[in-house]
């Protein structure tokens, strides 16, 4: 979830609406799949696409670590320590700390074994945001201002969760379970509350479980809708293997689905996508924006990139796509191509704000997410995008605007799968 003028839409909707109760799926869990793939969930070799651009690995090293140090320590840093033992990321400009930004945070730590800081950001969220009864229970409120400690909103949104049970499902197969937290419960509690949504309320299940669809946020009438960047397959095909909790089936079901999705979402010749969609891949209407390619779809580019490494299962046309896509951006200019656009590739009348700002920019966030979309590209690659986010700098732009938060974190989650830093965490031995 992006936009603070959101809160008060996601509040009314939070417990507004009530909807028939659906069935439930997947109630037996299916083997899991052999690996016949050459994917790296199955091979474990994930590719390190900075290094094939012919940067030495202890630059690559030193360019994640102090891409880390500056959205998570440095002086314009996101993460903030709260006493001992909680902390929290905030979407500065904005105000406020969301899901979003928790569980990207507590993604980060998890991918580069940081312990601590995981931890931190998981009882913050916990305290803070997660429902501890009535019909959000196990949901957690998407935005809080962190000067009152005032929740903005006490709605869910279906991304923050998505990363949550992901984050924890890696923790627990990372660092175990008997080190202070136990991460596999704490997932099984997000998804056992989930599954318990009927409708009651107004309150579902995190996914629309006729359409096999992530939905937009999972109470009233926006759990008849979704957003393509919250389409993660890779992290569904994660939830079958790693969950047990007999959904396995459906899982593997909605992974599947959005491949199928995503391909309708991402049609146009420019391969630009809606931020918001109709479950058909449609563009959905909202009452803060017209449709258009704006800071959610940023998203899609990298999401994909994931699913063609870790899984693999829809490889030809994620190339075709990463054509499509990364071509219309350099017929912009590899170097000028601004934020948002109609799918068209035209530029939309209507210029949606980035926080108090409103302006279109070379943004330092789909620069990123552009660039990891280079690992869809058949071998071997073309590696001017990757080039171009080696050569960015997370600073402010000449205008002054700097968003070291979302621009951040998308930086370097790009820079880790570029570099094979982010994998599918299996468990260890402990």
């Known amino acids: 979830m992006r936009k603070s003028f959101l809160r008060v839409f996601l509040f009314s909707a939070a417990l507004g609406l009530t909807a028939t109760a659906l069935p439930s799926y997947g109630q037996r869990p299916s083997p899991s799949k052999k690996p016949t793939s050459t994917a790296a969930f199955y091979t474990n070799k994930y590719p390190n696409l900075l290094r094939e651009a ?25 993460y903030f320590a709260v006493g001992d033992s909680m902390a929290y990321v905030s979407d500065v400009k904005n105000e406020d700390a969301r899901t979003e930004g928790m569980s990207y945070g507590m993604m980060v730590a998890v991918q580069l074994n940081k312990k601590e800081v995981f931890d931190r950001l998981w009882r913050w969220s916990k305290k803070y945001l997660q429902h501890q009864s009535g019909p959000l229970e196990g949901y957690f409120a998407w935005s809080i201002n962190t000067a009152t400690m ?113 391909r309708r979402a991402c049609a146009a010749p420019t391969g630009l996508n809606y931020d918001y969609t109709e479950f058909s891949g449609q563009p959905h209407a909202t009452r803060w924006a017209p449709a258009a390619f704006r800071y959610d779809s940023w998203r ?113 989650f790009s820079l880790m799968h570029l570099s094979g830093k982010y994998q599918a965490i299996k468990p260890q031995t402990h």
């Open 150 to 262: 005032k929740r903005n909103s006490e709605g869910p949104a279906s991304d923050g969760e998505l990363y949550f049970v992901t984050s924890l499902l890696f923790a627990s197969n990372r660092w175990g379970n008997t080190a202070g937290i136990n991460y596999y419960q704490e997932a099984r509690r997000i998804l056992d509350a989930s599954w318990k949504k009927d409708g009651t309320g107004g309150v579902h299940n995190l996914f629309n479980t006729q359409h096999k669809q992530i939905s937009f946020v999972p109470t009233g009438d926006m759990y008849t809708w979704t957003d393509p960047s919250y389409h993660v397959p890779a992290f569904l095909e994660v939830w079958a293997e790693y969950a047990k909790d007999g959904h396995e089936q459906f899982y593997r079901a909605c992974a599947d689905t959005s491949r199928v999705f995503l």
């Open 54 to 78: 012919g940067y030495r690995q202890a630059d690559i090293d030193r360019k994640v670590a102090q891409a880390y140090h500056d959205v998570f320590e440095g002086p314009s840093k996101v």
């Open 300 to 412: 899609v580019p990298m999401n994909l990139a994931m699913d063609y490494v870790w899984f693999g299962k829809d490889r030809a046309w994620q190339q075709q796509y990463a054509q499509r896509f990364q071509g219309f951006l350099r017929s912009k200019g590899l170097n000028t191509f601004e934020d948002q656009f109609n799918v068209d590739g035209s530029r939309p009348d209507f210029i949606l704000p980035a926080g108090k700002v409103k302006k279109l920019r070379h943004s330092l966030g789909l620069v990123a997410t552009s660039a990891a979309a280079s690992l869809m590209r058949p071998a071997p690659p073309q590696l001017d995008f990757v080039h171009a986010l080696w050569n960015a700098k997370l600073a402010p732009y000449d205008d002054g605007y700097f968003d070291p938060y979302y621009d951040g974190l998308l930086y370097l």
